[in-house]
Nanobody
């Protein structure tokens, strides 16, 4: 059974940084792709970035070079380093997993497993 647990969210001022973590369990064999999504109040969930076991990454253009995705395969942990945050990055951030070859689409419907989310709030 796949389980994803996010941590690292919080409140920061504009220009600040946060590092999100996603601890994954039940993922074996290197077939899973992991991703971060975010959902702001009243808006649809959107993809932020995704990575496969070999380290190939896909970033949404909205990240504007401010986000860096990394993973520790030995620990089954995914990280999202977020720098120079702006208020419009305020959202609930979710970790997700899939075995689908369509993972590069970075669309919610491609991903089968989801964490509970961690809140990121950026103030002026």
């Amino acid at each position: 059974q796949v389980q994803l647990v996010e941590s690292g969210g919080g409140s920061v001022q504009s220009g600040g940084s946060l590092r999100l973590s996603c601890a994954a369990s039940g993922i074996t064999g290197g077939t899973y792709k992991l991703a971060w999504f975010r959902q702001a109040p009243g808006k649809e969930r959107e993809g932020v970035a995704a990575i496969d076991y070999d380290g190939e990454t896909k970033y949404a253009t909205s990240t504007k070079g401010r986000f860096t995705l990394s993973q520790d395969n030995a620990k089954n942990t995914l990280y999202l380093q977020m720098n120079n945050l702006a208020p419009d990055y305020t959202a609930m951030y979710y970790c997700a997993a899939t075995t689908s070859l369509n993972w590069l689409l970075l669309r919610p419907w491609v991903f089968d497993y989801w964490g509970q989310g961690t809140q990121v709030t950026v103030s002026e």
